[in-house]
Structure formats: structure tokens, C-alpha cells
């Protein structure tokens, strides 16, 4: 008896110290997901590649898993993160974030995110958002395609960015709209020497508010930033032309975005006293989990349309 006890007591030490003792990160160069959404290291490496696909490993003291996809070009200096995923505290998949590259200059660099939540109630929306940030940010720079495509997935949201000279030195202003043209979020940045400024250091960051637009506060930073509050789609998809409201800020640049397949492909206008005077077509990466992950992706976004329930942040 006294024998069996200190082997059933043995065996349990054993067990917690491999619990205890695993790695908290870890290279590997494949991923595997199962039907219940755990995310599943193939190939595990000892250390970092130096080319193609692979991806990072961290387990958290607060019991979260954090999984970056990563991609190192040939002859680049730096790996791409094509995507972040992230598991709950019972090591199933609960969100994924992609953020990519669309603007960058001396006003600091401008993302476009993609996040999906997959096991948490549809009140924690999925969203599509647009905002200037950090440019050491990890993010994919999408690819430009040489011509317009043949085809678009439909229309799934719209970005306003206008850019402006201003105190710290640059002003960015990045309107969301859902689909149906209907403003849903608004965020004011600053950048100084071509990176983003804390907003502490930005005067206009008072301004600035996200989600859902509240009558009261969204009058007057829209009339300040001459940010219309909807966007006849059909009308600027016609006539290439966005009426915008004249403002006292000198103006450095005004882009407009249309987000087609939430972030498949994203048309970007440029534009001038509101009409397009270029235009390019960027294409983000789709890794092989995003093939089979972005079914549930979109399947959450429709339940949210559905229910009413923003899409944009």
C-alpha cells in the first residue's frame, strides 16, 4: 500500500514539474489547429530562422498562449508578423489580430487591423479599424497589385484619412465607416520626426474618441477635421468625388479607403479638393490557418451585422 501511495505521489511530481517546467517560448517552424481550436506546435526549433515561415511560441505567467506567424523575406533585413493569435485560459484559440502597413511617411506610418474573436460572446464584436501608431509596430507590408482585379469580395467597410499639419507636427485623422457609409469610429494621432507622439504630448488627443459616435461629442471634432458623418457610397463609387468640409489646418494629405472581404483587398484613392487623383490596389498575405480560420471569421461578422452590432472600430 505505503509503495503504491509513493508511486501515485511520484508520478504527480513528475507531471507538475513537466506542466511547470515547459518552455515559456519556443520557435517552430509549422502550425497545426484542430477541430476544437487548439493551436498545436509542428516542427519545434532551438532557434530563430533566418528565411521563409515560421512561428513564435510564448506561453504567459497570467496562462494565456500568444502565437506569432512570422516571415522573413530573402535578403530582408527583418521578419513580417503575418498574424498574431492569441488562446484563453483553456488553451483554445480566442482571438486573431493582422495589422497591415497601407501609409507610411513623415507623418509616421497608418494600419489597417483585423481582429476576430472566435469563442467569446458576439457582443465582443470582430472588427475592421484604421489608425495611425507606433512604426515599430510588427505588421505585413501588403503586396501592390500591378492592376485593379477582375473581381472584388463585396464591400465591407470604409477609412477616411485625412492628414494634417499641425501641432506636434502632424496630425492624423482616421474616420471608420461601416459599409452602408454610416460613421463608426474616429481616432486622432499625433507624429513628430516620422513616428507616432504619446497621445500625453498630443494637444488634439481630447478630440479623439472610438466606436460607436455619440451626437454630442462627434459634432465638434467632425466639423474641426472636416469628417462627414456618412458617405454616399454609391454616389463616391460613381462619381470618383467625396465632398469634404473646408478646416483651418493645412492639409498634407487625404486618402480614402475601401475595404473589400474585411481587409482581402483594399482600394486606396488619394485624394484632391475631394476628387481621386490616384489610386492602388493592396492585397494582404493569407496564411494557411487565416484559409481555414477566416470562415469563422466572417460567420461572426454576419451574426454581428445581423444583431445590429458595429463591425469598424
Not at 91 to 104: A, P, W
Not at 166 to 184: F, H, I, R, T, W
Amino acid at each position: 500500500m505505503g509503495g503504491k501511495v509513493t508511486l501515485v505521489v511520484l508520478i504527480s511530481a513528475l507531471c507538475l514539474i513537466s506542466v511547470c517546467c515547459r518552455p515559456t517560448s519556443f520557435y517552430s517552424t509549422g502550425l497545426k489547429i484542430d477541430p476544437n481550436l487548439h493551436l498545436i506546435p509542428a516542427g519545434p526549433v532551438s532557434a530563430e530562422p533566418n528565411t521563409d515561415s515560421y512561428y513564435f511560441f510564448f506561453h504567459s505567467a497570467t496562462g494565456l498562449t500568444s502565437v506569432d506567424h512570422f516571415d522573413r523575406k530573402p535578403g530582408a533585413a527583418e521578419s513580417e508578423r503575418l498574424l498574431f493569435m492569441e488562446t484563453d485560459h483553456n488553451e483554445v484559440l480566442d482571438r486573431t489580430v493582422k495589422e497591415d502597413e497601407i501609409l507610411k511617411g513623415r507623418f509616421g506610418t497608418v494600419y489597417a487591423e483585423k481582429t476576430c474573436f472566435y469563442t467569446r460572446p458576439i457582443t465582443d464584436f470582430s472588427y475592421v479599424s484604421v489608425q495611425s501608431y507606433w512604426n515599430q509596430l510588427d505588421h505585413e507590408i501588403p503586396s501592390e497589385l500591378p492592376r485593379p482585379p477582375e473581381s472584388l469580395p463585396p464591400l465591407t467597410s470604409l477609412s477616411l484619412v485625412r492628414i494634417f499639419r499641425a501641432d506636434p507636427e502632424y496630425l492624423v485623422v482616421a474616420a471608420n465607416y461601416e459599409p452602408n457609409g454610416g460613421l463608426g469610429s474616429l481616432h486622432i494621432d499625433g507624429a513628430r520626426d516620422g513616428d507616432r507622439v504619446h497621445s500625453n504630448f498630443v494637444p488634439a488627443e481630447q478630440d479623439s474618441f472610438v466606436q460607436r459616435i455619440p451626437k454630442d461629442r462627434g459634432s465638434v471634432a467632425l466639423k474641426k477635421y472636416g469628417i462627414p458623418a456618412y458617405i454616399d457610397v454609391q454616389e463616391y463609387v460613381r462619381s470618383r468625388r467625396l465632398s469634404l468640409a473646408p478646416t483651418n489646418l493645412p492639409q498634407e494629405m487625404t486618402v480614402l479607403n475601401q475595404h473589400y472581404g474585411y481587409n482581402e483587398v483594399i482600394r486606396q484613392d488619394e485624394l484632391k479638393d475631394g476628387a481621386v487623383v490616384s489610386s492602388r490596389f493592396l492585397q494582404p498575405s493569407v496564411t494557411v490557418e487565416e484559409s481555414s480560420l477566416d470562415p469563422l471569421c466572417e460567420s461572426r461578422f454576419r451574426q454581428q451585422k445581423a444583431m445590429g452590432l458595429p463591425t469598424v472600430r
